[in-house]
T-cell receptor, first 113, second 114 residues
Framework: DGGITQSPKYLFRKEGQNVTLSCEQNLNHDAMYWYRQDPGQGLRLIYYSQIVNDFQKGDIAEGYSVSREKKESFPLTVTSAQKNPTAFYLC????????????FGQGTRLTVV | QQQVKQSPQSLIVQKGGISIINCAYENTAFDYFPWYQQFPGKGPALLIAIRPDVSEKKEGRFTISFNKSAKQFSLHIMDSQPGDSATYFCAASREGGATNKLIFGTGTLLAVQP
């Protein structure tokens, strides 16, 4: 089945530690996105990538980093600089950077303990 | 200008009733308006979308009404069912832009009571 796979589903991190969230897609989509979801705030864009080896900051990029070394993979690292990292993280992709439909993964819930 | 305002934040509807969720936008360059449905613990999925060249789009029990002059659009769920209980997000984007950056509303938690 084609789709977007995020792992792990649940992640616990101690304060001060970096953690990497995985996102893999087998849809052959060019563009990939990371969103953060908090109650009452909708989905906010962290980073996006239009093509391999290229990525752009979204609206709330501070404290996060990404890489796009392969077309199918777009991992997100939540660094210790992110002041409030506990959230639900969603990865998405679209066929091209200007394609209208975004396909989402199942999400990773990160909790800082 | 980039915001999409969504209301209500939560909604309780009886089975068989009509659920209505409203969104408003400021940026007149937006030309694609999708609605996403999200079940607990899952990622959002595209439900229905509209472009400004039509005022209404219907797919089964789901209808989008679009008012270009008022810069508003709404989702109507007819004959609401308990299985429709989910969070609904409206969004907007500009198809002619360099990237399709979707701007999302804050979401509406819908509960359909049996």
């Amino acid at each position: 089945d084609g789709g977007i796979t995020q792992s792990p589903k649940y992640l616990f991190r101690k304060e001060g530690q970096n953690v990497t969230l995985s996102c893999e897609q087998n849809l052959n989509h060019d563009a990939m996105y990371w969103y953060r979801q908090d109650p009452g705030q909708g989905l906010r864009l962290i980073y996006y990538s239009q093509i391999v080896n290229d990525f752009q900051k979204g609206d709330i990029a501070e404290g996060y980093s990404v890489s796009r070394e392969k077309k199918e993979s777009f991992p997100l690292t939540v660094t210790s600089a992110q002041k409030n990292p506990t959230a639900f993280y969603l990865c998405a992709s679209s066929k091209t950077p200007v394609a209208t439909e975004a396909f989402f993964g199942q999400g990773t819930r990160l909790t800082v303990v | 200008q980039q915001q999409v305002k969504q209301s209500p934040q939560s909604l309780i509807v009886q089975k068989g009733g009509i659920s209505i969720i409203n969104c408003a936008y400021e940026n007149t360059a937006f030309d694609y308006f999708p609605w996403y449905q999200q079940f607990p613990g899952k990622g959002p999925a595209l439900l229905i979308a509209i472009r400004p060249d039509v005022s209404e789009k219907k797919e089964g029990r789901f209808t989008i009404s679009f008012n270009k002059s008022a810069k508003q659009f709404s989702l109507h769920i007819m004959d609401s069912q308990p299985g429709d209980s989910a969070t609904y997000f409206c969004a907007a984007s500009r198809e002619g832009g360099a990237t399709n950056k979707l701007i999302f509303g804050t979401g509406t938690l819908l509960a359909v009571q049996p």
